[in-house]
C-alpha cells in the first residue's frame, strides 16, 4: 500500500512534528505501507528527527520515504511513474495545498487510476471538525476524489494521534519542572506569578525548562527582568521521543501550538496553552472551544482558574494591568493550585483515549472506501 502525505511548515515544528508522528504510527499499523512523506522544510525536520538529511531529493528515515517537495523535477519523475504507483491516497496535510509538479500530474498529464487526496485538517475542538469530518469535497476531475478527514477532541472526528507509547496516561511527577514552549509576548506576569507560586509552596522548588524556538528570546527576557535567571535551564533542540520524555517528566506545562497541545492534552499534567496568534484573535475562538470540551471535567472553581489563565496568554500582545491595577495574577493562581488541577486534567486526557487513534482510524476509513 502507497500512502503519500504532504507536509508545509508553517509553525516552526507543529505541523511537521504532527506529520512525522502520524506518518510513523502509519507504518507502524502496517509495516507493508510504503510512506512517502513530501516535506517542503527539511531543516526544521531535521531538528525534530536528526536522521533528517537537509540536501536531498529522497532520503529513508526510520522506515519512511522523504521526499524534498522542492526536487520538482526527481519528484515529477517519481511519482508520475507507473501512472502514479506512489500517490493512490494523498493526505494533504493542514490546508498546505500540492506542490506544482504534483498538480500537473493529476490534472495536467492526467491518471489512469483514481486518485483519491484525503485532507488532514488542523485540530480544533470548535463544532465544525464534527460537521466536516468525512465530507467531501470537488475537484477539477472525476478521477481525483477530495474528501475531509478531521483530527479532534470527540467520538464524531478522527482523534488525536495515541502511539502505543501514549496508551496510558503516564504517572504525573509533582516535584517535576515546568516545560515552557511559547510564541512571543512579553511574559513577565508568567514569570512573576510562577515565582509567587514557587515560594509560597515551600519545600515545592522547581526550575523552568525553556524550549528552544521563536518565543525563547521574549521569555528569557522576562525571565532576566523578574531575576529568575538561576531557576531556569534551557533545553537544547530535543528530537520527538525525546520531547515527548521531557514532557512526561514536567508537573505543569506551558506549551504552544497544536501538536504538543496534543500531547499536553493525552498527559493529564495541568497545562496552559498558547495558540498560534490569529488575525482578529480568532485564536480566542480555538481556545474557548477546547476549555468548553474541558469544562465538565473540573469543579466551576477549578474552571475558573483554568479559563481566566489560558485567557489571559492568548490576549492581544498589549501588556496586561501589572500590580495594583491587576485584580489578581492568573498564573499565580495556576502554579498555586497545579496539585490540586491534576486530577480534573487526568480525567480529560482518559476520555480522549476513548475517541481511539486517528491513524487507525484513519487506516480504517481508508480501508472502508475500498480505495487500495
Known amino acids: 500500500m502507497y500512502i503519500t502525505i504532504l507536509c508545509k511548515v508553517v509553525d516552526n515544528f507543529g505541523d511537521i512534528g504532527v506529520v512525522y508522528r502520524l506518518s510513523k504510527q502509519l507504518k507502524k499499523i502496517n509495516p507493508e505501507n510504503q510512506i512517502n512523506l513530501v516535506v517542503d522544510d527539511l531543516i526544521s525536520f531535521n531538528k525534530i528527527c536528526n536522521l533528517v538529511q537537509c540536501d536531498v531529493s529522497e532520503q529513508e528515515v526510520e522506515g519512511l520515504r522523504v521526499f524534498n517537495w522542492n526536487a520538482a523535477d526527481y519528484c515529477h519523475e517519481a511519482f508520475s511513474r507507473n501512472d502514479g504507483e506512489l500517490m493512490p491516497v494523498i493526505l494533504e496535510c493542514f490546508q498546505c495545498g500540492r506542490p506544482d509538479w504534483m498538480e500537473n500530474i493529476l490534472f495536467e498529464e492526467k ?68 516545560l515552557v514552549f511559547t510564541y512571543e509576548k512579553d511574559w513577565r506576569d508568567l514569570v512573576d506569578g510562577w515565582l509567587s507560586a514557587r515560594s509560597a509552596i515551600p519545600p515545592y522548588e522547581p526550575k523552568l525548562l525553556v524550549a528552544q524556538g521563536r518565543g525563547k528570546e521574549s521569555f528569557m527576557s522576562a525571565v532576566k527582568a523578574c531575576g529568575a535567571d538561576g531557576l531556569v535551564e534551557e533545553l537544547p533542540y530535543l528530537n520527538q521521543t525525546e520531547w515527548d520524555k521531557v514532557m512526561k517528566s514536567c508537573s505543569a506545562l506551558v506549551i504552544r501550538g497544536e501538536e504538543s497541545m496534543s500531547r499536553a492534552c493525552l498527559s493529564g499534567i495541568p497545562f496552559i496553552w498558547h495558540a498560534y496568534p ?22 466551576e472553581e ?57 491513524a487507525a482510524n484513519l487506516m480504517t476509513y481508508i480501508e472502508k472506501l475500498a480505495i487500495i
Open 111 to 178: 491518471l489512469s487510476r483514481t486518485v483519491h487526496i484525503i485532507m488532514i485538517d488542523y485540530l480544533t475542538a470548535e463544532q465544525y471538525a464534527e460537521d466536516f469530518h468525512c465530507l467531501q469535497s470537488l475537484t477539477r476531475s472525476a478521477k481525483v476524489q477530495k474528501v475531509n478527514f478531521m483530527p479532534g477532541f470527540t467520538e464524531k472526528t478522527g482523534g488525536l494521534v495515541i502511539e502505543e507509547e501514549w496508551h496510558e496516561v503516564p504517572e504525573r511527577k509533582a516535584d517535576g519542572p515546568v
Open 302 to 358: 477549578d474552571f475558573e482558574i483554568v479559563e481566566r489563565t489560558w485567557l489571559d496568554i492568548n490576549s492581544p500582545s498589549e501588556p496586561s494591568l501589572r500590580g495594583a491595577e491587576r485584580r489578581s495574577n492568573p498564573y499565580s493562581d495556576f502554579f498555586s493550585a497545579v496539585d490540586h488541577l491534576a486530577p480534573s486534567f487526568d480525567d480529560f486526557a482518559c476520555s480522549l483515549r476513548k475517541n481511539g487513534d486517528l
Open 278 to 299: 490569529q488575525s482578529d484573535e480568532y485564536q480566542l475562538v480555538k481556545v474557548n472551544a477546547l476549555l468548553e470540551r474541558m469544562r465538565r471535567h473540573f469543579s
